[in-house]
């Protein structure tokens, strides 16, 4: 009896440090710190993303005509070019109300998805439906809920998108999708890329997603590989890219906030994030970050937005900030409104450096460059990492190494610049300095259009029991 009474004051003041410490922290974190080593995004990359913003509205309108919550800028859709809308009663539950929308001004063909239902239990049914490990796709793991819902949206529709994509074969296509609808979209991307022959062959580069505030619903190494295809937009704090696998803790905190809050602390406390990563079955947010940022910690008022980018590894948005704006943020008008706010500011200060036209492509061009040496830094983070199934991620990606098949030798940038370039990248994905003790060998071989496979080849070797390891001659002596 008196271990016991001895034993409890102990354990109270053990508990209550921990909460001290995790409140410490949370209290410290803001939204800066989950983007501010990234660059910063450029005009061309982001120029899409208050449009789509704009299309997802418009699958909120009944009559598309006669428009009830129309934004003061409108939805910049043509009546005449909107060829089909689903209703949930044309869906019958399994998916979420969206249209598909043949867009001539931009060459694209859009699927847009709308977000959660607050009045829909088929909603909530979809976005509960998932337990940890439960689908496995292409090496790693998938939302089981989601993408069921994007498998039926893709056998409905697949015969008419297949007749699109070939009848426009200049034209992109884009699956584009807010909260729950981000998720449905970004596995609509994962099954067109996974399964191109539905569409007719379609090439990889064809196909994009924009997922607005998304949901965490694929495993880290998929969200890297497929970082070429999909886009994650975030605004400030929002909660929902932060809230991790289960994704019914979002409905537990509204029943029982206290007890969701003690098992948080003592997870975010004990558990380090190494371990974390090392979890296959971990769902994240995916593909390429957008973090759209406005405000500053302890301080008032709004700023003028920055958008920032980058394909992070470790320090994906892993943490909930402790913020009023938290909910928010997550409304899909507050980030058509603020990602408007940071596309004219954009607009204004390329206006005032008056670009020519020559330099733009060539800037263009220069931002494929960089995107590819993103991801290749992005893909070495993970393998270094040790995340599961990361050597996987061997494939060949067409999106960006495409752009430069027909360089010329004279055109290819030197071993220093490649090296300064690098280096601004790796901080984005996290990289630490000792992992750039691996990049001189590869340097020397970047002249040579080289495969994903003999790219880590080269970088690794495997010891007796299979796993990937650096090679000996790349470790610094």
Known sequence: MSILCG????????????????????????????SKDWGLATTDEFEPVPRFCRYILAVYEDDIRNPLWEPPEGYGINPDWLLLKKTYEDTQGRAPAYILYLDHVHQDIVVAIRGLNLAKESDYAMLLDNKLGERKFDGGYVHNGLVKSAGYVLDEECKFLKELVKKYPSYTLTFAGHSLGSGVATMLALLVVGHPERLGNIDRKRVRCFAIAPARCMSLNLAVRYADVINSVI???DFLPRTATPLEDIFKSVFCLPCLLCIRCMKDTCVPEQKMLKDPRRLYAPGRMYHIVERK????????????TAVPVDGRFEHIVLSCNATSDHAIIWIEREAQRALNLMMEKEKKMEIPEKQRMERQESLAREHNLEYRAALRRAVTLDVPHAESMASEYGTFDK????????EEETEEEDEEETDLIAPMVGESSSSSSVRPTYRKKRNRRVSWDELIEHLFERDESGNLTFEKSDLPQ
Do not use: F, M
């Open 297 to 308: 910690p302890c301080r008032l008022g709004r700023y003028p937005p920055v958008v920032k």
């Open 7 to 34: 034993c409890c004051p102990l354990l109270e003041c053990v508990y209550c440090l921990g909460c001290a410490r995790w409140g410490y922290k949370r209290c410290l974190y803001t939204a800066g710190h989950d």
């Open 403 to 410: 752009t430069q098949e027909n360089e010329t030798e004279e």
């Open 235 to 237: 605004l400030q704090d």
